[in-house]
């Protein structure tokens, strides 16, 4: 049994699999992880019984959010004794949407942007490019693949800030704007090998806030993060 679950953006999900089906999904509905968390998991070990796997997006997101996730995965892990499958958060969503080419953005800050785009052919995700950290007001050198006529541009940066998709890429098509689940994670997770707990932290796939900055006064017409 697989329990896989997410604090990207504060709040949390989780789901159980088994044989590559969900058994159940459930979220905090909004509510912050550091308060829902460890109810929802603990609903769900004792309802479905201890996991053989874990599996939980390490990063890029919410920095309190991933310490709470990962800080949870660490500890299930130390105590079941079981394998824990660390996936990047915006692989996850690009697996969630299904097949297609996905460029993934999640809002960090509001001046910041996590991006990154990937590719899904037959549920196998591969990475075009990784997830990295730009500053909104910088034009970052996308993968040539994200101008192509197939590729999608998703995530909650859509709805977050508005147009900027658009001005990073022009002629760029709308997608999903919603965010990633424990669903895209359990569906990662298989294609993501498995480590011991002592090995999982948090990938905040980012600059310090003031490399960002003089990276934006050094070169305010664009750069490449």
Same mark, same amino acid.
């Given at each position: 049994?697989?329990?896989?679950?997410?604090?990207?953006?504060?709040?949390?999900?989780?789901?159980?699999?088994?044989?590559?089906?969900?058994?159940?999904?459930?979220?905090?509905?909004?509510?912050?992880?550091?308060?829902?968390? =460890? +109810?929802? $998991? #603990?609903?769900?070990?004792?309802?479905?019984?201890?996991? @053989?796997?874990? *599996?939980? !997006?390490?990063?890029? &997101?919410?920095?309190?959010?991933?310490?709470?996730?990962?800080?949870?995965?660490?500890?299930?892990?130390?105590?079941?004794?079981?394998?824990?499958?660390?996936?990047?958060?915006?692989?996850?969503?690009?697996?969630?949407?299904?097949?297609?080419?996905?460029?993934?953005?999640?809002?960090?800050?509001?001046?910041?942007?996590?991006?990154?785009?990937?590719?899904?052919?037959?549920?196998?995700?591969?990475?075009?490019?990784?997830? =990295? +950290?730009? $500053? #909104?007001?910088?034009?970052?050198?996308?993968?040539?693949? @994200?101008?192509? *006529?197939? !590729?999608?541009?998703? &995530?909650?940066?859509?709805?977050?800030?508005?147009?900027?998709?658009?001005?990073?890429?022009?002629?760029?098509?709308?997608?999903?704007?919603?965010?990633?689940?424990?669903?895209?994670?359990?569906?990662?997770?298989?294609?993501?090998?498995?480590?011991?707990?002592?090995?999982?932290?948090?990938?905040?796939?980012?600059?310090?806030?003031?490399?960002?900055?003089?990276?934006?006064?050094?070169?305010?017409?664009?750069?490449?993060?």
């Amino acid at each position: 049994m697989l329990l896989a679950f997410e604090c990207v953006a504060r709040s949390a999900s989780a789901c159980v699999m088994a044989d590559g089906r969900e058994i159940v999904f459930r979220d905090l509905a909004g509510d912050e992880a550091e308060r829902g968390l =460890v +109810a929802l $998991l #603990d609903s769900l070990i004792r309802e479905h019984g201890k996991p @053989t796997a874990i *599996a939980v !997006a390490h990063g890029p &997101g919410s920095f309190t959010g991933l310490r709470i996730g990962i800080t949870a995965a660490r500890t299930l892990a130390w105590i079941e004794q079981v394998p824990v499958h660390a996936v990047d958060a915006l692989a996850a969503l690009a697996m969630e949407r299904g097949d297609g080419l996905w460029w993934v953005l999640l809002p960090l800050k509001k001046d910041t942007t996590f991006h990154g785009l990937f590719q899904v052919v037959d549920g196998q995700l591969t990475t075009m490019a990784e997830s =990295v +950290a730009t $500053l #909104d007001a910088i034009t970052p050198t996308l993968h040539p693949a @994200t101008f192509s *006529a197939g !590729a999608i541009a998703i &995530g909650p940066a859509l709805t977050a800030k508005p147009g900027l998709a658009e001005r990073w890429c022009p002629g760029i098509r709308l997608g999903d704007p919603a965010a990633v689940t424990a669903r895209g994670v359990a569906r990662l997770a298989p294609q993501t090998t498995p480590t011991e707990w002592s090995a999982v932290l948090p990938e905040y796939r980012q600059q310090p806030a003031p490399v960002l900055q003089r990276q934006h006064e050094q070169h305010p017409a664009g750069a490449q993060q």
